[in-house]
Nanobody, 124 residues
């Protein structure tokens, strides 16, 4: 079992930056890929970004490409999501997820474990 805990959310003005962290605990020795998803009120959950265990492969949704950067520090069991040039439409609960065999990293159901999420609110 793997437990995931997100942190770093908060209130930020449009154009600002925020960095989210996802810390894994439990069976962290396995080579998990990690993804970030978000869900705004009244909207469907959407893929944001994903990263392979080695960090050699990264994926981004078109809506965040060029503004968000996903990275990881396996020694700290932590995955980061650096968000810049934030827009009001980035307001959502952001959740991280982890999985061993991820063939479709943009799909929520492809992952095995999920965190509770952290709220990001961007004021315009």
């Amino acid at each position: 079992q793997v437990q995931l805990e997100e942190s770093g959310g908060g209130l930020v003005q449009a154009g600002g930056s925020l960095t989210l962290s996802c810390v894994a605990s439990g069976r962290t020795a396995s080579p998990y890929s990690t993804g970030w998803f978000r869900q705004a009120p009244g909207k469907e959950r959407e893929f944001v970004a994903a990263i392979s265990w080695s960090g050699g492969s990264t994926y981004y949704s078109d809506s965040v490409k060029g503004r968000f950067t996903i990275s990881r520090d396996n020694a700290k069991n932590t995955v980061y999501l650096q968000m810049s040039s934030l827009k009001s439409e980035d307001t959502a609960v952001y959740c991280c997820s982890a999985g061993l065999v991820i063939t479709r990293p943009t799909l929520w159901g492809a992952y095995d474990y999920w965190g509770q999420g952290t709220q990001v609110t961007v004021s315009s």
